[in-house]
């Protein structure tokens, strides 16, 4: 897939394809997946539960949140894929643990 391996395991996950990667627990208790028009669209079942999260890591995510935004994803993968892992893996294939 284009944008890697992490946008492939979920496509497969929605797909119900589990090649390299396990389906999490609670999984279709926690999803809704909607095909519209040949695209899925996942939605949460419930709210999501922050009180696990200290102040830094929920400051931390708003930043994140606010700077990614209005970025398509053409324009987020391209920030988001500059390491090595990234480089060295070949398209549709699960990424090397020795790459980090």
């Known amino acids: 897939m284009k944008q890697g391996p992490v946008p492939s395991a ?20 926690s999803i ?17 539960q922050f009180d696990r999260l200290s102040g830094t890591d929920k400051a931390m995510l708003k930043k994140a949140l606010l700077y990614c935004v209005d970025m398509t994803a053409d324009a987020l993968s391209t ?15 699960r990424w090397s643990e020795e790459s980090f």
Request: no cysteine; proline share 2%; hydrophobic share 35%.
């Open 10 to 29: 979920v496509r497969d996950i929605i797909l119900e394809r589990w090649r390299w990667t396990d389906k999490p627990d609670n999984f279709d208790d």
């Open 32 to 48: 809704e997946i909607v095909e519209d028009y040949g695209l899925y669209k996942v939605f949460a079942k419930d709210t999501a």
């Open 79 to 93: 920030i988001s894929h500059q390491d090595r892992a990234w480089y060295e893996t070949e398209r549709d294939t």
